[in-house]
């Protein structure tokens, strides 16, 4: 594959204009959507929206006239042809930690008397979800049980087993699961099922009412072009949804907030998983996010819901496979899964030799303007470099591209410099 | 006092000019700033930056770059000025409710092998306050006792007390505690003392510190003019601040979160008390609303912090009370306290005869362009009239005007139109 195939492939790609909705600094190529995507050219315009006439002009007023009352749930309501889920499903509301909390809690409520006591999940999970995870077992009387390789999830579904608790798309591999299987798994050994999409919403199919999962959070701000920190989301199965007060009971999930009532009487429904006043300015702005994935289901023509996004992403991070392998023979190992149904939308590499450089090379494509970034190994997972690939808004040029600049970076030595190699706070 | 004496008042206000740090719409005389806080003027433009330069032009590189890091803490030690706690104290996060949650939950883990069962509150106070700590007694085994006159707080401060969990100015009557005696009533007794400033910041002094209070939390939309649904606020003192590991113990609160460790390590001091990614828009664009209220500082003259602000309030709520008292004679009960040592920013009017118009008059006066809000009564409590007076943009003539619109509303018997009687989904 050749730079001409690269601008064959986008010339001929039906996604393409799609690029058109975002505003992309010149001289880069982004490949770091799956840690903060980029920023829809609707969104600056919506939020001044917000600010100035919604909040400045409408002030109180706004809760009625701007209807920001519900806009949890109308975001949510979007968000939900996006992963499998149906109407009145899901709410964008905090952060994703803080709703992990609410649905773990949940499930061990439920799970309480069941005489199990293992939630389960992967020791390379994305750390926020096991301390979240680590602190509800301690207080409720739970063992947080972790995995080190995936391939010993089905063995470990079993008569003690509580909860299963985990990432769709892995932050670290970009490997998926097998969502529908190892629900049904859980499920057949008497367990529930917790979902984490952050790196799966926006990024890859989701199908949650298809695969009967009880439980599933996810990111505004990846995938979704949320904004950085943008509010997160919130779906429970509808056999699930009134079943609980989830501790975080604010007067928003309140069946009558304006009522002030001194006592929580839960909505019915997801709303319930709502705490506190929603955060209006960031929502408007998640809803721009939202707005760019769900722009590409004019091109899915029945195929099922994120079918383009899909199909692009794939021919994405197959042909950065393919060049990196062809022009940097021996240097990398692929940390990725290579079976499509095992990939999500990101590529990571791991140095063959696992020896150092894998941060300085990161930060010599960052000056390039080929930005990624870099996760740090420990004893039991190498160092990798690792790329997103968000089909919205890159195309093949930027895969040729970024792969020739790694190239030369790697031949010139040129992330050898020692401004490359000093560590950043956050990398 | 006639309009001309208004007119001088505002003459020789020191903090008139303040009135220009914000936007407000024309021909609005806006006392709902106890609910949501006006547009800063300098809002828009900042927010603009942070979105289009920090977030569409830095992108990922802006967690480093434009420090978003750390900005929960900046916020924190400019807001720490405003509510008498010390630098690195304080950190901008969540809602109230979720920060309620973590403090109440630290207190009650403090507390547990105590003896203690109660956990003290007032019928009256915030609703979502309320069922947060019903929520958190029910599940660690506490009981949530509620008085329903505050005069009755100094006996329930026993030895079965463990937690004292109060609002410092309440939402519905605008009347204020003395946190210090009440928070050395409640060590005196044993226990804890949780205040929720979301009525103090920005509206009256507080010192934390002074006070010696145990945990604060508080809300950055209201007198702080953060924003609809702005990050609020969580203090710890310095005595408790290592001590617990709070529940919602997200990456964001650990020691070092880019290590990716799988377990979890609290971060020394305040900052533990952070969750999830920060949303740093909603965080910049408090940041506008925090330093609004810091302008005001130029004029305490060593009089302590918020002096001057308190000054006018007080002089803007006398004034308030004596034209409504003078103009509307025998129509309304007065609600709030009239002991300034007792009183918040706001005023609360009930009808004298607590028949039915509470809701029509507010929304004859909104009609007006005079912006308050109405609370519904319950068995216990009138329905009430609420006006909030921001000093940082009120000033003496909005005062008289507000009261000559009332005074027409009830001589017209506008407020009997149907229009006005018409109940919106949010009051």
């Not at 939900?80 to 905090?94: K, S």
């Not at 790196?199 to 959070?217: K, Q, R, T, Y």
């Not at 190992?333 to 990101?346: D, E, I, K």
């Not at 004893?379 to 790329?387: A, E, K, N, V």
């Amino acid at each position: 594959m050749n730079l001409d195939d690269c601008r064959r492939l986008d010339a001929e790609d039906p996604l393409a204009a799609l690029r058109g909705k975002f505003i992309l600094p010149e001289g880069v190529i982004y490949l770091d959507g799956n840690s903060l995507g980029v920023l829809p050219k609707a969104a600056p315009a919506r939020i001044a929206e917000v600010v100035s006439h919604e909040w400045g002009e409408g002030l109180i007023r706004s809760w009625n006239s701007a209807r920001w009352i519900d806009l949890p749930q109308r975001l949510g309501d979007k968000l939900a042809r996006l992963i499998g889920a149906a109407p009145g499903e899901v709410v964008c509301t905090d952060g994703t930690s803080v709703n992990l909390y609410k649905v773990l809690f949940a499930a061990l409520t439920q799970m309480k008397d069941s005489g199990r006591k293992v939630v389960l999940s992967e020791r390379s999970n994305f750390p926020t979800d096991l301390y979240i995870a680590e602190s509800l077992c301690r207080e409720r009387g739970f063992v947080l049980k972790l995995i080190d390789d995936p391939a010993g999830l089905p063995a470990a579904l079993n008569g003690e087993l509580a909860v299963l608790m985990l990432t769709h798309v892995n932050y670290r591999t970009g490997a998926m699961h097998d969502m529908k299987a190892l629900t049904a798994a859980a499920h057949a050994a008497g367990a529930l099922a917790i979902w984490d999409l952050a790196h799966s919403a926006g990024a890859v199919p989701v199908a949650l009412n298809d695969c009967e999962a009880d439980f599933a959070i996810g990111c505004g701000y990846k995938y979704l072009n949320g904004g950085p920190g943008a509010p997160a989301f919130v779906w429970v199965h509808a056999r699930h949804a009134s079943r609980f007060e989830q501790p975080l009971s604010g007067w928003f999930g309140h069946a009558a907030p304006f009522e002030f009532s001194p006592h929580y009487r839960p909505a019915p429904g997801i709303a319930r998983y709502l705490c506190g006043t929603q955060p209006i300015i960031s929502l408007s702005a998640l809803e721009c996010g939202i707005d760019t994935v769900l722009a590409a289901e004019a091109h899915d023509a029945g195929r099922g819901s994120m079918a383009a996004l899909r199909a692009k992403s794939l021919a994405l991070t197959d042909a950065f496979i393919a060049l990196v392998e062809e022009r940097c023979p021996g240097r990398f190992t692929l940390v990725t899964p290579r079976a499509h149904a095992q990939r999500g939308s990101q590529v990571c590499l791991a140095l063959a030799d696992n020896g150092p450089g894998a941060y300085a090379i990161v930060q010599a494509l960052i000056a390039r303007g080929v930005i990624g970034d870099y996760r740090a190994g420990d004893s039991q997972m190498p160092d990798i470099l690792r790329f997103g690939f968000t089909p919205l808004y890159l195309g093949f040029e930027d895969v040729w591209r970024s792969v020739d600049h790694l190239v030369q970076v790697l031949e010139g030595e040129e992330w050898k410099r020692p401004e490359f190699n000093q560590k950043l706070a956050v990398t």
